[in-house]
């Protein structure tokens, strides 16, 4: 934002005609008004302001980080303002209690929430203004409300009467603000539930866009940190007296999160970090290794865990059952690896403190910032720029790279930006965790009886100021999410989890706990449709016959694939649905093998059911997204650690669908007039399964280990002993 | 003092000959559109051309591009058949990998009006993308290089 924004909330804080809680949220302190009423413009609340351009503003508290969500929330507004949508323009909103969370109570983007979230709120913030620009012009015109009526940022009044929203905005605004609005019939909508193009798109494809990367002050210096090398490691000490010789290397200080080089840019930084030279204390993280890890899992998931959900008796199930299957499965921990390294500025002065970053996490960072300085929170400002790509990565409860930064910038005494290298994203840990699963499940009488399944891996959040509210009888639900809200019929669940406690940091990665559990459970329900000698769609059909919504999608997207149909020679087809973050989504994958034994995804066929929709284009935009991601970690991901060291560095040893891996996806939305639910992530769970179901199809290998290497298909093919 | 031309104007740059040009662009001449998003020429963030041709500039120094025309995104015309399509077709998310993405189909373009789904591939399968925008990349340049056979429009 830029001061002259600044200045103009803060002009509409002081203004006399303006009330209500919301604008005075948005006050920052140390900016004197300096606009006229006309400039202002009319900020009826936190969300949205009419200028006497003509523009309107709608303030966005959520962070765009490529899910449209500038668009889709903004598209909510101007749909009840009824304004002109060429006119409309998204400006991140600042640090306010008035951008919390409708539901989560902080300011967060993250679990695919914010079109649920926001809908009514915001709906509600548009119609106030609305209502509003009505009766400004009805008052003008000595009419009553009622016989006017608004159409694309204009109101219409008897005898042809008209007025532009800009032209009203002054008498608008000295109106009191409404306490009560009626909002549209969705049939009435002209804008919401069509597609629209982004509002981002212009800046992002001319390279305008400013990223937190992007970020410059004139006497900033760049910093790069040499971390410890292992996790938990503590610097015992360094030299940097070559570091200092480097042409642009200003200064090098240590801090609590590692070693900083400061310079007059990037380049000179990272040298400068080539010639650090630091002696550290393992301590025990350095014997991490993930063969190890993996062995006390394996050991952990045959005993019983804390119960995390039951219906009847499943060990007795099991064991009076005519046929019982029982598996394995594994996952291993994943990078988000958003393609903007992560990076921090912050310039901090004796008291205030100014942040500039792309953070999923508002309130979270601004609060471990303001610790950091020495500050109370109201000191720190931070200003939300565009994120090259978040996935929960920024959205971290400890505030790594925004606490880090702050570090730097106490030490140095002058404004930092602070950038991580691909290297340091990979080996920096707040990984997805690594899971084990144990899994059976009891047939008899031809249909599924019993179904057991025990999750071994570490919490992400235990040990986090959110434990106490989301950790409930020692289940963090983000570690069993997916596995048991299991939507079959069966008459006995048991699902039990144990909690591992390791050094590695994780963190939520797209789709949290579902990312690993549909994985799971979407495999294993193949190996008991096998067991029942079903087609697994007819098999999912038949336990989901109580469950409209899944399917729905899962008959959507069999549909689509045109299930059952001849597939090319050397083509097999698997199937999964899941539901998450309160949508549903069906995926169909159509896979072969190269002659080198690696999977190739030829086609997705993807049907969704996210209850109403705000931008349609947006939706299939984020099912191709979740599926690409879905499918990086279903081929390739993994981070394994040697000796504490993390093996992965760079997209060589840690490879992502490129383009030519690129499957040609087909998405169908399911119509729907149910409550909003998520988008964002809710593609990512499904893929996995679907393509390893696939593989199986096309083999009959069952592999139950991601990624799915051409090394693990090779052994797991019938007739091999391993 | 190095001499160094980009989009279309020479600037004297006080930066050592053995900086990559990515930093000598975003830290030098603030021209931010170019991205760094490995450091190793494998991502693709940081794809300038060099003389039409498409280049890493995270793994070229300033001393090796030396007289060579060096065009960024910000060069690229807004009217750019390549810019319009990326826009039609609605590619961007995050959009931190897009500028990259333009300037490498602009260069594939050039070499190629017509390219086929592999001669796609086989260009553009440097340039990641954590988004998963590749479906529409694809569209996009297909849309582009129809609309330049049509047009006979000779970009730069």
Not at chain 1, 601 to 625: K, L, W, Y
Request: charged residues 20%.
């Amino acid at each position: 934002m830029s001061d002259q924004q600044v200045s103009r909330r803060d002009f509409l804080k002081s203004s006399a005609t303006l009330t209500g809680a919301l604008v005075l949220a948005c006050y920052v302190p140390g900016l004197a008004p300096c606009c006229s009423a006309a400039e202002a413009g009319f900020a009826p609340n936190a969300f949205v302001r009419l200028s006497a351009d003509g523009s309107v503003t709608v303030i966005v508290g959520k962070s765009e980080m490529g899910q449209g969500t500038f668009t889709a929330l903004a598209m909510l507004v101007a749909e009840e303002l009824d304004c002109d949508w060429d006119r409309v323009r998204v400006e991140a909103a600042p640090v306010a209690p008035a951008y919390n969370h409708t539901t989560f109570g902080l300011q967060v983007t993250g679990g695919s929430s914010s079109v649920w979230s926001e809908w009514q709120r915001l709906s509600e913030a548009g119609a106030a203004a609305r209502q509003m620009l009505v009766l400004a012009a009805a008052q003008a015109w000595q009419v009553q409300p009622e016989q006017c009526r608004t159409e694309r940022g204009s109101v219409l009044g008897p005898a042809g009467r008209r007025s532009s929203y800009q032209d009203l905005v002054e008498r608008a605004a000295r109106l009191p603000v409404p306490t009560k609005v009626r909002l549209k019939d969705p049939r009435d909508y002209r804008l919401v539930g069509r597609p629209t193009h982004r509002l981002d798109s212009p800046a992002k494809v001319a390279g305008s866009a400013v990223f937190g990367i992007d970020v410059h002050t004139p006497g900033m210096l760049v910093a790069v940190l040499m971390r410890p090398p292992v996790f938990g490691a503590t610097l015992k000490d360094f030299q940097d007296s070559k570091a200092l010789q480097v042409p642009g290397v200003r200064r090098v200080v240590a801090v609590p999160a590692g070693i900083a080089v400061l310079a007059d840019g990037f380049w000179p930084a990272k040298l400068g970090r080539e010639r650090l030279q630091a002696t550290w204390d393992l301590g025990p993280g350095g014997a991490l290794s993930t063969p190890r890890m993996r062995e006390e899992y394996a050991g952990r998931a045959a005993t019983p865990g804390t119960v995390a959900a039951k219906r009847g008796t499943a060990g007795a199930a099991l064991a009076r059952a005519e046929k019982v299957l029982r598996a394995e499965y594994e996952v291993p921990y994943l990078a988000h690896a958003p393609m903007e390294p992560l990076n921090c500025f912050v310039d901090l002065k004796a008291d205030h403190c100014h942040i500039r970053t792309g953070s999923q996490f508002q309130t979270v960072d601004r609060d471990a910032a303001a610790k950091a300085a020495g500050l109370r929170p109201e000191q720190v400002t931070l200003e939300t720029t565009f994120l090259g790509g978040g996935f929960g990565r920024r959205a971290n409860p400890a505030s790594d790279f925004v606490v880090e930064a702050v570090q730097v910038a106490k030490a140095a005494g002058q404004p930092v930006k602070v950038i991580w290298t691909r290297e340091d994203d990979l080996k920096g840990g707040y990984y997805r965790p690594m899971w084990y699963d144990r899994i059976s499940a009891g047939i008899s009488g031809g249909r599924l009886t019993s179904w057991q399944h025990t999750i071994v891996g570490q919490s992400i959040i235990a040990g986090t100021s959110f434990e106490a509210a989301l950790v409930k009888d020692g289940i963090d639900d983000t570690s069993v999410e997916g596995a048991a809200d299991l939507p079959y019929a069966v008459d006995h669940l048991l699902v039990d989890l144990h909690t591992m406690k390791n050094p590695v940091p994780t963190l939520w990665w797209r789709s949290v706990g579902h990312s690993h559990t549909a994985f799971v459970v979407e495999s294993f329900l193949d190996e008991v449709a096998a067991a029942l000698g079903k087609d697994p769609l007819i098999c999912r059909r038949e336990l989901l016959k109580n469950k409209p919504r899944h399917l729905g999608v899962l008959n959507a997207a069999a549909r689509l694939a045109d299930w059952g149909s001849p597939l090319p020679a050397g083509h097999g087809r698997g199937i999964a649905v899941h539901a998450s973050f309160k949508s549903y989504v069906a995926q169909v994958a159509e896979v072969s093998l190269d002659p080198a034994g690696a999977l190739r995804v030829h086609r997705v066929f993807c049907a969704v059911d996210c209850g109403s929709v705000v931008n349609p284009d947006t939706i299939r935009a984020q099912m191709e997204s979740g599926i690409v991601f879905g499918l990086s970690a279903a081929l390739y991901g993994a981070i394994t650690l040697k000796d504490g060291r993390v093996e992965q560095t760079n997209f060589d040893s840690y490879p992502v669908v490129r383009l030519d891996a690129m499957p040609k996806v087909e998405v169908e939305i399911v119509k729907s007039t149910e409550k909003p639910g998520g988008i964002g992530e809710t593609a990512v769970p499904p893929i996995a399964p679907a393509v390893a179901n696939a593989l199986c199809a096309l083999t009959g290998a069952r592999v139950r280990a991601l990624p799915l290497t051409p090394e693990r298909i090779a052994a797991a093919r019938p007739g091999r002993t391993t | 003092m190095t001499s160094l031309k980009v989009n279309g104007e020479t600037y004297q740059v006080a930066a050592t000959p053995d900086m990559p040009l990515l930093w000598v662009l975003r830290d030098h001449l603030k021209l931010t559109g170019t991205k760094f998003g490995c450091g190793e020429g494998l991502c693709g963030a940081c794809t300038v051309l060099i003389d039409g041709a498409a280049e890493r500039s995270c793994s070229i120094t300033l001393a090796e591009v030396g007289e060579r025309q060096v065009t960024t995104i910000e060069g690229i015309p807004a009217n750019h058949p390549v810019k319009q399509a990326w826009l039609a077709e609605e590619v961007s998310q995050c959009g931190y990998c897009q500028p990259g993405q333009v300037v490498a189909a602009v260069a594939l373009l050039k070499q190629n009006r017509l390219p086929s789904d592999e001669q796609i591939n086989q260009a553009m399968s440097g340039n990641l993308c954590r988004c998963g925008t590749y479906q529409r990349i694809r569209k996009a340049i297909h849309a582009a290089s129809s609309k330049m056979a049509k047009g006979g429009i000779i970009h730069e």
